[in-house]
C-alpha cells in the first residue's frame, strides 16, 4: 500500500537541468534554420570552455569534479550564454564571457547555489561593455543576406577571423532590429517608416520572431512540467508589455508597438529561461511577481532610454540585486498566524 | 631599533592600509588604471602622511582629546594644499589627470586613521616614519593594481610616462600585448574592484601558506595554538 506523500518522480538538479536544455532545443533548431550553423560553433565552443572550466574550479576548490559536471548547471549557463551572444562571434569573446560567468560569477561568489548574479548575465554585461564592436556583430537573417556561411566556414570565421574568398562581412552580417530602430529614430524617422525596411518582420525582427516563439513554447514546457511557476515570465512580459503600451500610446511615431518588444531580443529567452533561474530569482510568489515585472520595465528603460542594443541582461542583474530585499519582505504568513501581532 | 622594524613591517606588509586595513580605497579604486597614475597618487599621498604624521606628533600634547580631530583635519588640509600647488607647479600635465584625486588626499581615511590611532601616542620621529611606510604600503598596492588594470585593459604598461617627465618619456612605455583590442572592463571601475579582491585574496592565501609552513615545524602540541 502507497501512503503519502505521494512523489511520482524523483526530481534532481540534473534532471531539470536536463529539461530546461531539451526546451532549448527548438529554438536552437529553428535558429540554425532561418540564421545559418554558426550558432552550433558558438555553442558547442560554449559548452566545452564551460566544463573545462567548471573542472578546474572545482577541482581547485578541492572536490571531486565529476558530479559537479554531471548536475550540468555548467551547460546550462553555457548554452544561455551563447545564444544571447551573436552567433559569428570571434572566439575568445566567447571564451572571456564563460570565464567571467563561469569562474568569476559563479566559483568566486560560493558556486552553484551561492551565487548572487545570474552568471550568465555577467559573462554577457562584462562583454557587452568591454568588446561593443564585436557584440554588435550579428548574423544576418538567411532570407536577407547576400552569402550562406557552411558549417565548416563558421567555424572557420569564428576561430581564424577569415571569410571564404571574396566575401564581405556585410554579406553575412547585419544590424538587429532593435539596433535598427534604435539608429533609425535617431536620424528622426519615425516608427512606420522604419519598420517597413526589410529587417523587420511580421512582428519582431525577420526570422528573430520564430527564434522567439520557439523559445517562448520551450518556456511553456517548462512551465507544464513545473520546472519553473509562471510567476516570474508573466510579470516580466507584463511588465515590459504595459510600460511599452503606455509609452506606444503617447506617442506612435517614436515609440514603438508593445509587441515588437516581445518578439525582438532576448525577452523571451531572458522570462522563461534566464529570470527563472531559481538561485539567483525571487523565491515567494509574491516576491516573484515584483521581480519579473521590475525586469519588464527596466527592460524597456533601458531598451529606449539607455545606451545598449539589448536592456535585458542588465535588468536582470539590477533586480538579482534587490532578490534579498524584495524576499524579506513579501514572505507569505504561516497558516494559522496573524499577518502582524496586534497593538497591546 | 626592533620598534622601527615594527613599524615598516606594519606598514607595509602586516598592516598594509591597501589589502589588510582596505583603508583610502575611494583613491586606490579611482586612480589605480595606469601604473603612472597610480604612482604619481600613491607618492603624493605618502608625502602628505609622512608630514601630517610628523606634525601632528609634535603638537600631539597641546591638542586636547575633544577637538583632536578637528585640529588634525586642518594640518592634514594644509599640507595637502601645498602638495596640490606643488603639483600644479612642477607637473602639471599629471596633476591635470589627477584631478580631483589630490585634493581629495584631505578625506583619505587612511591619513586621518594614522594620525589619530598613531601619531597623536607617538614621539615625532616614529610617527614620521609610520607615515612614510603605511603611504608607501599603500603605494606599492596601488602600483600593482595599476599595473595589472594597465596591462589587461589597454595592454602597455607606463603608459602617460611623458605627464611627468616630458615628451621625451614616451619612448619607456612598453607595449606588453602588441596589437591589443583592450579590455575596456579593466579600466571602468569594475575593474578595480575585481583587480583589488584579487590581490586581497592573493595577500589572504600567502598568509594561510606561510602559517600552515609554521605550523609543520612546531611540535605536535604546539600546532594547534597556531590555527
Not at chain 1, 13 to 22: D, N
Not at chain 1, 35 to 44: E, K, Y
Not at chain 1, 211 to 233: D, E, K, Q
Not at chain 1, 305 to 329: E, K, Q, R, S, T
Amino acid at each position: 500500500m502507497l501512503s503519502s506523500p505521494y512523489i511520482a518522480e524523483q526530481s534532481s538538479v540534473s534532471i531539470i537541468m536536463l529539461k530546461v536544455l531539451a526546451a532549448l532545443v527548438p529554438g536552437i533548431a529553428v535558429y540554425v534554420w532561418l540564421f545559418g550553423p554558426a550558432i552550433l560553433v558558438t555553442l558547442t565552443l560554449a559548452s566545452v570552455t564551460a566544463l573545462v572550466l567548471e573542472t578546474i574550479a572545482v577541482r581547485l576548490r578541492g572536490w571531486p569534479a565529476k558530479p559537479f559536471l554531471m548536475d550540468g548547471s555548467a551547460l546550462v549557463t553555457a548554452w544561455l550564454l551563447a545564444l544571447s551572444l551573436p552567433p559569428i562571434a570571434p572566439w575568445w569573446l566567447i571564451v572571456v564571457g564563460t570565464f567571467f560567468a563561469i569562474v568569476v560569477a559563479k566559483h568566486l561568489y560560493g558556486g552553484l547555489g551561492n551565487n548572487l548574479f545570474n552568471p550568465a548575465m555577467v559573462g554577457y554585461a562584462v562583454l557587452i561593455i568591454s568588446f561593443p564592436v564585436q557584440m554588435t556583430q550579428w548574423s544576418a537573417p538567411l532570407s536577407l543576406a547576400g552569402a550562406h556561411l557552411s558549417l565548416l566556414d563558421s567555424a572557420q570565421y569564428i576561430f581564424t577571423g577569415i571569410l571564404p574568398d571574396g566575401l564581405k562581412l556585410d554579406a553575412i552580417s547585419s544590424a538587429t532590429p532593435l539596433d535598427t530602430l534604435r539608429t533609425q529614430l535617431q536620424l528622426e524617422h519615425t516608427v512606420r517608416e522604419i519598420t517597413r525596411l526589410p529587417i523587420f518582420g511580421n512582428l519582431g525582427g525577420t526570422g528573430g520572431e520564430a527564434v522567439v516563439l520557439m523559445f517562448l513554447l520551450g518556456g511553456l514546457y517548462l512551465w507544464l512540467a513545473r520546472i519553473i511557476t509562471w510567476h516570474i515570465p508573466a510579470a516580466f512580459i507584463a511588465g515590459l508589455w504595459i510600460t511599452g503600451g503606455l509609452f506606444h500610446i503617447s506617442d506612435p511615431d517614436r515609440y514603438i508597438s508593445p509587441w515588437f518588444h516581445l518578439a525582438t531580443g532576448g525577452v523571451m529567452l531572458g522570462a522563461f529561461f534566464i529570470a527563472t533561474d531559481p538561485v539567483t530569482g525571487a523565491t515567494t510568489p509574491r516576491g516573484k511577481l515584483i521581480f519579473g515585472a521590475g525586469i519588464g520595465i527596466l527592460t524597456y528603460l533601458i531598451r529606449t532610454l539607455g545606451g545598449y542594443p539589448d536592456g535585458v541582461a542588465f535588468a536582470v542583474l539590477l533586480m538579482n540585486i534587490m532578490v534579498p530585499l524584495i524576499d524579506a519582505y513579501t514572505q507569505p504568513k504561516v497558516y494559522g498566524h496573524k499577518q502582524k501581532e496586534p497593538a497591546e | 631599533m626592533s620598534q622601527y622594524r615594527d613599524i615598516i613591517v606594519n606598514g607595509l606588509w602586516k598592516q598594509n592600509p591597501g589589502v589588510v586595513q582596505l583603508l583610502g580605497l575611494c583613491p586606490l579604486l579611482g586612480i589605480s588604471n595606469s601604473v603612472v597614475n597610480a604612482v604619481g597618487l600613491g607618492l603624493a599621498t605618502t608625502m602628505v602622511m609622512t608630514f601630517s604624521n610628523g606634525s601632528i606628533s609634535a603638537i600631539r600634547n597641546l591638542v586636547s582629546h575633544e577637538i583632536r580631530i578637528p585640529v588634525f583635519i586642518l594640518i592634514i588640509a594644509a599640507l595637502v594644499t601645498v602638495i596640490d600647488m606643488a603639483m600644479n607647479a612642477f607637473i602639471h600635465p599629471l596633476y591635470l589627470v589627477l584631478g580631483i584625486f589630490v585634493p581629495l588626499i584631505v578625506t583619505n581615511c587612511i591619513v586621518l586613521a594614522r594620525t589619530d590611532s598613531f601619531a597623536a601616542k607617538n614621539p615625532v620621529l616614529p610617527s614620521m616614519l609610520d607615515g612614510m611606510m603605511m603611504g608607501l604600503g599603500l603605494t606599492m598596492v596601488i602600483t600593482l593594481l595599476g599595473a595589472l588594470r594597465e596591462v589587461v585593459g589597454k595592454g602597455t604598461l607606463f603608459s602617460g610616462l611623458d605627464l611627468a617627465f616630458g615628451p621625451a618619456a614616451r619612448a619607456f612605455v612598453i607595449h606588453v600585448v602588441p596589437d591589443y583590442k583592450g579590455f575596456l572592463l579593466a579600466i571602468l571601475p569594475p575593474g578595480a574592484f575585481f583587480g583589488l579582491g584579487l590581490l586581497v585574496a592573493l595577500r589572504n592565501w600567502w598568509d594561510l601558506r606561510s602559517k600552515k609552513r609554521a605550523a609543520q615545524h612546531l611540535p605536535a602540541g604546539l600546532a594547534q595554538g597556531v590555527n
